[in-house]
């Protein structure tokens, strides 16, 4: 499976997304059950509503959207609104401008906001915090770290040679950061506007920055780059017995409040979120082996 990976991603793009992911935290009733219990429809054109969420969540997004309109993955990027983070997602739900949002769970303070107006989170998939460690091109690629090892190079007394660049401040992906190791660690921290990976992280050997699953998936790997296996797991592994890719978080679905059952908005909302809804996207969201794709961008025709 390792091999597999590493040779998917090798054939990627350039990536582009490394501040954009999430906190994994108790979204209140409704955050971890299906869809409420009604009829699902899977087909459902994405032109007759608005949906979108966070950046980082844009294959899984627009990869769901084409399934459900029976369209491609093209035209469903073209209608889709993945920008920004979960928080300004989430924001963009409570303004209007979305009746569907696919983001990662809220702040405290936003998650009181969604109460407020009624809006409860369905959990649809799992992503994963990734970390990419910069290489000279005769450097093993075979690094395989412990927690703490990724932890101790973002501390002020780190001896471990590496430098951690670490995602803006304000970015989805530095808060999954604190959530999943229970206390931030600035590192070396890019200013806002400069949390993509190739400014937040010069890949030269000795660095390490990270990003998260389904935006490396999208993008591909960057050269000279490998990624770190944690507790022996990389994140698109099959999970052993009592051992998993310690480095996981939910992303959720909620949909806009006060609209009919039959609305397209409610339809979708009610199949993405439904058991069947969220297997399929489970499985379309798994990386494919390596001879049956030679371009990374095979893994968007999935719907």
């Not at 990627?12 to 869809?35: D, E, F, N, Y």
């Not at 983070?85 to 702040?107: H, I, K, M, T």
């Not at 908005?265 to 439904?274: D, E, I, N, Q, V």
Request: aromatic share 8%; charged share 20%.
């Amino acid at each position: 499976m390792k091999k597999q990976l590493l040779a998917v991603l090798l054939c990627g793009a350039l990536l582009t997304g490394c501040g954009t992911a999430a906190v994994p935290q108790q979204t209140g009733s409704g955050a971890s059950g299906s869809a409420p219990e009604q009829p699902v429809v899977e087909r459902v054109d994405p032109d007759d509503f608005s949906f979108g969420g966070c950046a980082s969540l844009s294959l899984a997004g627009n990869l769901a959207a084409a399934k459900a309109g029976d369209t491609s993955y093209e035209a469903a990027h073209d209608k889709a609104a993945f920008a920004g983070n979960s928080e300004e997602a989430w924001q963009r739900l409570l303004d209007g401008e979305l009746d569907v949002v696919l983001a990662y769970a809220p702040s405290a303070e936003m998650q009181k906001k969604l109460e407020e107006q009624g809006i409860s989170l369905v959990e649809v998939g799992t992503d994963a915090l990734v970390f990419l460690a910069g290489n000279s091109p005769e450097e093993d690629t075979s690094l395989d770290w412990t927690k703490q090892d990724l932890f101790t190079v973002y501390q002020k007394d780190n001896t471990s040679g590496r430098t951690g660049y670490a995602a803006a401040a304000g970015s989805d992906s530095r808060r999954i950061f604190a959530a999943v190791f229970g206390s931030d660690a600035p590192g070396v921290t890019m200013q806002s506007g400069e949390d993509t990976l190739t400014a937040a992280c010069p890949h030269t050997t000795g660095t390490v920055c990270y990003t998260t699953w389904l935006s490396l998936l999208r993008n591909g790997k960057p050269n000279d780059t490998s990624i770190i296996a944690v507790d022996g797991m990389l994140p698109g592994d099959t999970a052993e017995e009592g051992k998993s890719y310690p480095l996981t978080v939910s992303y959720y679905l909620a949909v806009r409040p006060g609209l009919e059952q039959n609305d397209p908005a409610m339809l979708f909302y009610r199949w993405l979120g439904s058991d069947a809804g969220r297997t399929w996207l489970a499985e379309a969201v798994l990386p494919p082996a390596a001879e049956e794709t030679g371009e990374s961008d095979d893994m968007s025709q999935a719907s």
